[in-house]
């Protein structure tokens, strides 16, 4: 808790200098450390250290535990960060709407999602933002969930489970049919599966590394543990090991049909009922969100609108 037993005096008034402190002290725990906040702020990080230290003493209490390896908030330094971070983001932000020059958008997009995403369209996308705003940077992370949303400082997450996190806003990107495949020369060796059931004694694939498959056969609900024998987690590399011969895969339908026309695979239990897969936009605030990521959160959701085209587009390259 933010201390209230320190000096009156100290406390009482909040001079210009105090904000300066506050904000560099905020610019530096975003950023891991003074150093990297030094790139970021352009003030050299010597001063950014006497202002944190500065801050401390007007506040009477420690902020940060610092040496040479170690940059690591107190009790106190996290609860001042949760509550003044906001504040002079949303300063920004409203700084930049009022101003009657178009905004020049400033600063890093840290984006974390499954890497077909990145592999096969968030990267095209990223580097065409970039070049439209030469003065932000966009770092991409693999990661199918939202569990170190906050540790790893993401603005925008695309997750391909919905997250149960009442503090994390999502909206849906799209939904997409999936199906079972198999190259032919699997099927030549391993034979087709007749039902459903018979698939716990075929080598299975997937993506997304699920305890089991809940499948719907003639009305009734089927589970298929899912034991995989060989397991990565990406789709594309699931699909050209299908192709390879290595099992039967689950994949969005749009992705199938391109690999059926040159007959590299074959659908497997056509009369089953798969799951929809579906995709996720996730970011943190509501109104608190900065402009940067506003602009790279509505590419993203006008670039997905048409989301048969991008999972159509997945493997296409490497095939092509």
């Known amino acids: 808790m933010i201390n209230s037993e320190c000096n009156p005096q100290k406390r009482s008034i909040m001079k210009a200098k105090d904000i300066s402190n506050l904000y560099l002290f905020c610019q530096s725990v975003e950023f891991g450390g003074f150093a990297a906040a030094s790139l970021k702020t352009h003030v050299s990080a010597p001063t950014l250290s006497r202002a944190v230290a ?10 940060v535990h610092r040496n040479a390896k170690q940059f690591q908030l107190t009790t106190a330094g996290d609860e001042y960060y949760q509550r003044f971070a906001a504040l002079f983001m949303q300063l920004n932000d409203e700084w930049t709407q009022l101003s009657n020059s178009q905004p020049v958008l400033t600063g890093e997009i840290r984006v974390s999602c499954p890497e077909p995403f990145a592999d096969n369209f968030l990267q095209k996308m ?3 933002f970039m070049q439209l705003h030469p003065e932000v940077s966009v770092t991409i992370q693999f990661s199918s969930g939202t569990e170190r949303f906050f ?118 239990l056509p009369d089953v009922e798969y799951p929809t897969g579906k995709a996720f936009l996730v970011w943190a605030d509501r109104k608190l969100i900065a402009t940067r990521v506003v602009a790279f959160r509505d590419m993203i959701f006008e670039r997905f609108g048409q989301s048969a085209e991008f999972l159509a587009s997945i493997h296409s390259e490497r095939n092509s």
């Open 54 to 63: 500065s801050l401390e003493d007007k506040l009477g209490e420690k902020l």
């Open 126 to 128: 990223a580097i065409e």
């Open 151 to 268: 540790d790893e400082q993401i603005d925008l997450a695309i997750v391909t489970t919905r997250p149960h996190a009442n503090h994390l806003i999502q909206r849906q990107l799209f939904e997409s049919p999936l199906m079972l495949a198999a190259s032919p020369s699997y099927i030549e060796k391993h034979g087709q599966p007749e039902r459903a059931e018979e698939l716990i004694n075929h080598q299975l694939l997937s993506g997304n590394n699920l305890p089991y498959w809940e499948l719907k056969e003639d009305g009734k609900a089927i589970r298929i543990p899912y034991q995989p024998r060989y397991s990565i987690s990406s789709l594309r590399l699931n699909i050209d090991a299908t192709i390879a011969g290595a099992g039967i895969c689950m994949m969005p339908s749009a992705a199938f049909e391109k690999h059926a026309e040159r007959k590299e695979l074959v659908e497997v």
